[in-house]
């Protein structure tokens, strides 16, 4: 099965509202809001299927997406990107529907990441504008408007980040090394009792603890940058689609 005919099977059961493509072309794409999946474009490696998405809404008005990776003969159901709008029943239908409409591929979830900060991400953007208004609603400037503003507060969020990525690396060694200096003469000169040994595991764990310290800040400031750079990209891709909903129009 191909694209077009992964969008054909969804409209027998669902609305389909928007498309991503990945590195794919259908034969006569559905008349919709048609954009690139962002999150896998703005990689700069070749590693990822080429696969195509789609906003669907289905018969009680939940939003879902469903990710096609056509060599992989897989669907996935996304749940981060519609967070908040759909019910537990309506996915549990949604995944025995897909189960027997494609009966030949396997069905999975992609679900939300406490790592990637998924939750934290679809707050942000839920706060602004939701993915509803974006596919289905009916004041676009308004919509336009809140898209706008998410932007700007996802431009702020990357560079709130940048400032802890730059403490990270610009304060970390050279105190670590003061530190570390610092140490080694009080250690060895107010402990003396204590032992070569002891002196030396003394030095080295207080670094250690310094180290592990800073380590985490660095690396919590890689993530919100990532979280940060998630945001603006879901910014982009509302964007995207409420551009093309008035091409369409």
């Known amino acids: 099965m191909d694209s077009q005919g992964f969008f054909d099977g969804l409209n027998g059961f669902s609305t389909l509202l928007a498309i991503k493509l990945y590195r794919l072309q259908p034969e006569a794409p559905p008349q919709v809001p048609s954009l690139p999946c962002l999150d896998h474009e703005a990689m700069l490696h070749e590693g990822i299927s080429p ?9 009680s008005g939940n939003l879902h997406e469903v990710v096609f990776f056509p060599e992989q003969r897989r669907l996935e159901v996304d749940v981060v990107s519609t967070m908040g709008e759909c019910t537990p029943e309506s996915h549990e239908r949604l995944l025995a529907t897909l189960r027997s409409s ?41 919509t ?47 402990i003396p009792r204590l032992g070569s040994d002891s002196v030396a595991v003394i030095r080295y764990g207080i670094i250690g603890v310094l180290g592990a310290f800073f380590l985490y800040y660095g690396l919590k400031a890689v993530h919100l940058t990532q979280m940060a750079n998630r945001v603006w990209k879901r910014a982009a891709e509302y964007g995207l689609i409420l551009n093309e909903r008035r091409r369409l129009s």
């Open 51 to 59: 696969h195509a998405a789609a906003y669907v809404q289905d018969r």
């Open 102 to 142: 494609f009966p030949n591929h396997r069905v999975a979830v992609a679900g939300a990441s406490w790592l990637r900060g998924d939750r934290r991400v679809a707050k942000a953007c839920r706060a602004q504008v939701t993915l509803r208004d974006v596919l289905t609603g009916d004041n676009l400037d308004r």
């Open 144 to 190: 336009k408007v809140a898209i706008d503003r998410l932007q700007t507060i996802s431009s702020l969020m990357e560079k709130e980040s940048r400032v802890a990525s730059w403490g990270a690396r610009t304060v970390m060694t050279p105190f670590l090394a003061v530190a570390g200096f610092l140490t080694y003469q009080v250690a060895g000169r107010f």
